[in-house]
């Protein structure tokens, strides 16, 4: 049987000899515990690293792209914009989400980048995408506008006028 053990610290505030006009509510002792702390240290740390990561891939010239299958769709771009904060570069950020990812599953010839002739699904951005409080305005999707301006996306008419797109494909022109 497993036994935990809770080490901890509790000392008493010493009340002050000044007497003042002000009465605070000064509590006669604090709860220090070291446990709690030491975890809560561990856990910053670790989410440090975490985000360092991907630069430190960077700075060894290593190439590689982001799993998005355990994220919630609103944490993807929040957490690269912090890797972004962390070191690494807006450049390598674009590549792991567009080009890397389409290259190892042999479909660069047809995405992840723009080009005539390629699949064109495109986010657009009130600021530059990496900035901190930058958010999407309109998303392509195969010729299909998504309008995320309002507080709730709305899904446009496929066009060819303002996308280039042709219908149904969404190819870049």
Known sequence: MLKFYYHSIYRKKKKSSKKDSVKTNVKDSVFINMEERGFEEKRQRALEEHFKQAASFEKAGLSFGFSLLSSKPEDVLKNIKKMVKYGLSEK??????????????????????????????????????????????????????????????????????????????????
Do not use: C, M, R, W
């Not at 301006?149 to 190819?171: F, I, M, V």
């Open 92 to 173: 390598k950020a674009l590549e792991a989400l567009t080009t890397y990812p389409a290259g190892v599953f042999g479909v660069l010839s047809q995405t992840g980048t723009v080009e005539k002739g390629k699949i064109a699904n495109l986010v657009i951005t009130d600021k530059p995408v990496f900035e901190e409080k930058s958010s999407v305005k309109y998303v392509f999707v195969e010729g299909t506008i998504f309008d995320y301006s309002q507080t709730k996306p709305t899904k446009s008419e496929k066009t060819n006028k303002d996308t280039s797109a042709t219908s149904g494909h969404g190819h870049f022109q």
